[in-house]
Antibody, heavy 117, light 110 residues
Framework: EVQLVESGGGLVQPGGSLRLSCAAS????????MNWARQAPGKGLEWVSY????????HYADSVRGRFTISRDNAKNSVYLQMNSLRDEDSAVYYC??????????WGQGTTVTVSS | QSALTQPASVSGSPGQSITISCIGS?????????VSWYQQHPGKAPKCLIY???NRPSGVSNRFSGSKSGNTASLTISGLQAEDEGYYYC??????????FGGGTKLTVL
């Protein structure tokens, strides 16, 4: 059974940093691309970032490029999102999701990030 | 980059069919067969219903079908059931190697 479990969310002040983690199980992690997406309270979904299984290709949404960094450790079956220079508008539930071509075919339950002073 | 355009809400009665549209541009929906659809119930994680315009992941009911014409993609739900009520989002790969979601559609089963 595919499982994705996010962790690392919490309350952080504007300008601060946070590192999210996503632990994967139930599939051959190193051959699958992974994504991060987010959903602000009461709002729709927003794609954030993508990384291939071999880590050769990485993409970011314009809204986070230069502030967020996606990475993965295939030995630990984990993907990460380092978030720096956080803003109020980054407050959201952050989901990791497995990539199927350009789709996100399986999602974790999410971790909540709140940016507030 | 603006979100793909979806109707804010649609409704239907049990047993009926409904269609949700997703309007993009020649930079996304119109130029790539990488349109996907997601279902989300309140407080839950999204679930992928369709990928690559019309393919269903394993385990997804064949009541859900997808199509595309030009810059507009569509999700059709046939034999509407009470448990189909929720939010639906489309998404597309874009020419800038990003993924773009629609604003979401609330489906009400009457």
């Amino acid at each position: 059974e595919v499982q994705l479990v996010e962790s690392g969310g919490g309350l952080v002040q504007p300008g601060g940093s946070l590192r999210l983690s996503c632990a994967a199980s139930g599939f051959t992690f190193n051959v699958w691309s992974m994504n991060w997406a987010r959903q602000a309270p009461g709002k729709g979904l927003e794609w954030v970032s993508y990384i291939t299984g071999d880590m050769r290709t990485i993409h970011y949404a314009d809204s986070v490029r230069g502030r967020f960094t996606i990475s993965r450790d295939n030995a630990k079956n984990s993907v990460y999102l380092q978030m720096n220079s956080l803003r109020d508008e980054d407050s959201a539930v952050y989901y990791c999701a497995r990539g199927l071509q350009a789709a996100l075919d399986f999602w974790g339950q999410g971790t909540t990030v709140t940016v507030s002073s | 980059q603006s979100a793909l355009t979806q109707p804010a809400s649609v409704s239907g009665s049990p047993g009926q069919s409904i269609t949700i549209s997703c309007i993009g541009s020649s930079s996304d929906v119109g130029n790539y067969n990488f349109v996907s659809w997601y279902q989300q119930h309140p407080g839950k994680a999204p679930k992928c219903l369709i990928y690559e315009v019309s393919n269903r992941p394993s385990g997804v009911s064949n009541r859900f079908s997808g199509s595309k014409s030009g810059n507009t993609a569509s999700l059709t739900i046939s034999g509407l059931q009470a448990e189909d009520e929720g939010y639906y989002y489309c998404a597309s790969y874009t020419g800038r190697s990003t993924r773009l979601f629609g604003g979401g559609t609330k489906l009400t089963v009457l």
